[in-house]
C-alpha cells in the first residue's frame, strides 16, 4: 500500500449534527457485548453459526462517539479502493456512476447449499441497525463513522454454514468495465479478505449497506462492505459479490501481496510496527495533531479474548 498521505484541506463542516439528531442511535446496551471466551473457540463460533437464532441485539461500546464523527464529506471523499483508482480523491470520482443494481451475492464453499441471491431477498429478514464505529486504516489515518446495516453474525447465520466451516471469506466484484483500475495488475484482482468464523460471529463485526442514513456510495463499497472496527481498514471488502466458508484460512489479498507487512489478522496493534513505519499514532482525518492508537483500534475489551493465548506479535 503506498506511504504517499497527501494532506486534507482542513474542514470546516460542522460534524453533521442535523444528522446526528434524527437518527435513533445505539443504546449503551454494554452487556450485550458478553462475548464468552469459547474453548475451543472455532468449534463453539461453528456450533453458533448453525443456531438459527434472531440478530444479536444493538451493541455499542459503551461510548459516546457521536461527538468525534467525520464530516461525511470526507468519509465519502477520501478512501481506499483500489478498484477505483490509488489515489484517496480517485473513488468518490470513478465511482460516481458506479451501478448496483442489480446485484447479486453467491454463497458457497461449506455451506449447507451454496446459493445465489439477489441483495435484497439476501437482506429480507434483517432490520438495519445503526453503528457508531472508529475507522482505523494501516495507512495511520482513522476516522469515526455511523454505518447502516447488519450484524455480520445474522449474515452468516443465513449462509447456513456447514460444521467444518472454520473461516469466511468475502470477494468484491470483479468486472474491470466497471471498475478502471482492475484494468491494472495493482492488486491480484478481485480483492478478497477473510475472517476466523468466530471473529465473524463476534457482535462488533458488521456488513454496512449505508453511512450517515444514505445508501452506501460506490466509494465506500456500494451496495454491501464489512466493516470490523478493532481490525485495519484493509480487513474490510467492499462490493461484496461473493461470501465463501472454508476450513483452512483463506488466501486473502493483502497478506498474498506483501506477507512481511500485512498478517492475515489485520487487528489494530500500536505496539506492532508496519515494517515501514510506526503504528503508534494515527491522524484522525479533520484533525492536525496525532492522536495515541489504541489497541484493537479501542475495542479490546470487547475482543481481545477472541485471542486468548496468541502472540499478537507474530499473528499480526
Ligand atoms: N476493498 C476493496 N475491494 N478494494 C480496496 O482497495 N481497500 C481497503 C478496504 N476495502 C479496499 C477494500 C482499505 S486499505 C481500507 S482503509 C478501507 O477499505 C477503506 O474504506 P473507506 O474508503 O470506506 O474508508
Known amino acids: 500500500m503506498p506511504m504517499r498521505i497527501p494532506p486534507l484541506p482542513s474542514s470546516d463542516i460542522t460534524p453533521e449534527a442535523l444528522y446526528v439528531d434524527r437518527r435513533a442511535f445505539l443504546g449503551h446496551a454494554a452487556g450485550a457485548l458478553a462475548l464468552a471466551a469459547a474453548t475451543p473457540r472455532l468449534a463453539a463460533a461453528a456450533a453458533a453459526a448453525r443456531q438459527p437464532q434472531p440478530t444479536v441485539g444493538r451493541v455499542t461500546t459503551g461510548e459516546d462517539l457521536r461527538p468525534e464523527l467525520t464530516p461525511y464529506a470526507d468519509v465519502t471523499g477520501y478512501n481506499n479502493f483500489y478498484e477505483f483508482g490509488t489515489d484517496k480523491e480517485d473513488p468518490a470520482a470513478n465511482a460516481k456512476d458506479f451501478r448496483v443494481a442489480p446485484w447479486s451475492v453467491k454463497v458457497d464453499g461449506l455451506v449447507k447449499k451454496p446459493f445465489d441471491l439477489q441483495l435484497e431477498d439476501l437482506l429480507k429478514p434483517f432490520k438495519l441497525e ?6 482505523r486504516c494501516v495507512e495511520a ?3 469515526v463513522i455511523p454505518w447502516q446495516g447488519i450484524p455480520m453474525a445474522d449474515l452468516v447465520r443465513r449462509c447456513d454454514p ?3 466451516a472454520k473461516f469466511v471469506s468475502f470477494t468484491t466484484l470483479y468486472d474491470p468495465s466497471r471498475m478502471p483500475g482492475q484494468r491494472r495488475p495493482i492488486l491480484p484482482w478481485p480483492y478478497v479478505e477473510g475472517l476466523r468464523l468466530d471473529e465473524a460471529m463476534h457482535p462488533l463485526a458488521f ?3 449505508g453511512v450517515y442514513g444514505k445508501a452506501l456510495p ?8 464489512t466493516v470490523i472496527p478493532w481490525k485495519y481498514g484493509f480487513k474490510a471488502t467492499k462490493s461484496i459479490v461473493k461470501v465463501t466458508f472454508h476450513e483452512r484460512m483463506p488466501k486473502t489479498t493483502w497478506n498474498d501481496v506483501q506477507p512481511s507487512e500485512y498478517g492475515f489478522y489485520g487487528n489494530v496493534n500500536p505496539e506492532v510496527d508496519h515494517p515501514r513505519w510506526s503504528q503508534a499514532k494515527e491522524r484522525r482525518i479533520g484533525e492536525f495533531r496525532r492522536r495515541a492508537t489504541l489497541p484493537f483500534n479501542g475495542y479490546a475489551a470487547q475482543v481481545q479474548s477472541l485471542y486468548a493465548g496468541m502472540d499478537l506479535r507474530t499473528n499480526y
Not at 445503526?130 to 475507522?135: F, G, K, N, T, V
Open 207 to 209: 456488513v454496512a449497506t
Open 141 to 143: 489515518w482513522s476516522m
Open 218 to 225: 460506490g466509494q465506500n463499497g456500494a451496495p454491501l462492505r
Open 130 to 135: 445503526d453503528r457508531i464505529y472508529r475507522h
Open 162 to 164: 456447514l460444521p467444518s
